[in-house]
């Protein structure tokens, strides 16, 4: 799985649908097109195709065995919401060392939407703005990167509904 194309997703969404009934995820209420659209004026940012399909047809936010939840839009922190429109700074891997600045490792929080936080100061992302817009990124209190071969939400979410919580999102990730 790799990034969708619009051509795609209507068999994307169809197949994602399918895997959250026979994997028994408990997902919140679809969101209005009003509703989202209120949003990303507000927020100045157009959310990723994906996301965006996934909040109309899909649900807003999952819970599966309890244990895992992917968070529900709109984010609730104000914060948050403001950096979406501010440009995310990396195309690539960005490991930072003890000498990063704070500011640095601050601007990496822009142009992200938190999807799910799993703990040990570690939370996949979803990019709204620059090149990257659309993929999910891996961040830790080390650095940031693409997952595994570079995913869109659908693809990311679905390789969590094939794989469950022991999902190895690096398995593909060239290391240097």
């Not at 619009?6 to 028994?24: L, P, Y």
């Not at 919401?81 to 990063?100: H, K, N, V």
């Amino acid at each position: 799985m790799a990034i969708y194309k619009s051509s795609e997703m209507d068999t994307v969404i169809h197949r994602i649908k399918e895997k959250t009934v026979q994997n028994q995820i408990v997902l919140g209420a679809l969101l209005p097109e009003q509703e989202i659209l209120a949003f990303e004026q507000a927020a100045g940012v157009t959310l990723p195709e994906g996301f965006r399909r996934f909040l109309l047809e899909i649900g807003n936010g999952c819970t599966w065995k309890r244990e895992r939840k992917m968070l529900p839009f709109p984010p609730a922190n104000a914060e948050e919401t403001a950096r979406l429109s501010l440009p995310f700074p990396y195309e690539t891997e960005y490991i930072w060392g003890d000498d990063a600045s704070e500011a640095e490792t601050n601007d990496t929080m822009n142009g992200t939407l938190e999807l799910i936080d799993i703990g040990c100061c570690q939370t996949f992302q979803l990019i709204v703005t620059g090149p990257c817009s659309g993929e999910v990124w891996h961040f830790s209190e080390m650095g940031v990167q693409p997952c595994c071969q570079r995913q869109d939400f659908l693809g990311w979410f679905e390789k969590w509904l094939d794989e469950g919580d022991g999902v190895d999102y690096f398995a593909e990730y060239p290391y240097e």
